[in-house]
């Protein structure tokens, strides 16, 4: 079974500094990777996926993330952060094919202080 | 990507009780998927839900305490059954398509 590890659970930073929020999985398959934004009081919104081709995938809100596959990692990044970015970030893979079930890590809570 | 919707939005019940979840989604989809997000924690899946078939429950969830059905290929119900405390949590429905989708959820608390 496929299962996935954040290895921040919360980060603090200032506005404009760079983000990097770490994400290793572990299966030996093919995989399809995502990262999950949860703004306080709101659902989960898919922020950006990876399934295949380019490695480095761009999402929504100036995100971007990178799959290293030799590392087991989706790292989530983002250049300058926002005070509006303070959330929930949830890393989560599935194996590749259809309707497979998504499994997700623990979370990152991120504060960014104006 | 598909619109789900889920009601109630949130409840409050007595422990010993039960409470239905109703997931509608707003195109046909295979397969419907349960999770569980407790106080500060992160998703945990319950059960995956195909259209004319028995939920297929994970470890440590049973069908007793989490009765599931799918009636058609647009709706899901999940009851949480016999609820103490430890119960209270946000329960959400998802459809996977490309990706995981979700509905608000449900905040339910047993008092």
């Known amino acids: 079974a496929q299962s996935v590890s954040q290895h921040n659970h919360h980060v603090i930073l200032s506005e404009a500094a760079s983000l990097e929020l770490g994400c290793n999985y572990s299966?030996?398959?093919?995989?399809?990777l995502f990262w999950y934004v949860q703004y306080p009081g709101q659902h989960l919104q898919l922020l950006l996926k990876y399934f295949s081709g380019d490695p480095l995938v761009k999402g929504i809100k100036g995100f971007e993330a990178e799959f290293i596959k030799s590392k087991f990692s989706f790292n989530l990044r983002k250049p300058s952060v926002q005070w509006s970015d303070t959330a929930e970030y949830f890393c989560a893979v599935s194996r590749s094919g259809g309707y497979q079930k998504v499994t997700f890590g623990t979370g990152t809570k991120l504060q960014v202080i104006p | 990507s598909a619109v789900i919707s889920q009601k109630p939005s949130r409840d409050i019940c007595q422990r010993g009780t039960s409470l239905t979840i109703q997931c509608q989604v707003d195109?046909?989809?295979?397969?419907m998927f349960w999770y569980r997000q407790q106080p500060g924690q992160s998703l945990t899946l319950i059960a995956t839900?195909?259209?004319?078939?028995?939920?297929?429950?994970e470890s440590g969830f049973v069908i007793d305490k989490f009765p599931i059905s799918r009636p058609n290929l647009t709706f899901s119900t999940l009851t949480v059954s016999n609820m103490s405390p430890e119960d209270s949590s946000i329960y959400l429905c998802?459809?996977?398509?490309?990706?995981?989708?979700f509905g608000q959820g449900t905040r339910l608390t047993v008092v």
């Open positions: 195109s046909q989809v295979t397969m």
């Open positions: 839900a195909n259209q004319g078939s028995e939920a297929t429950y």
């Open positions: 998802s459809v996977e398509d490309l990706g995981a989708f």
């Open positions: 299966y030996g398959g093919t995989v399809n």
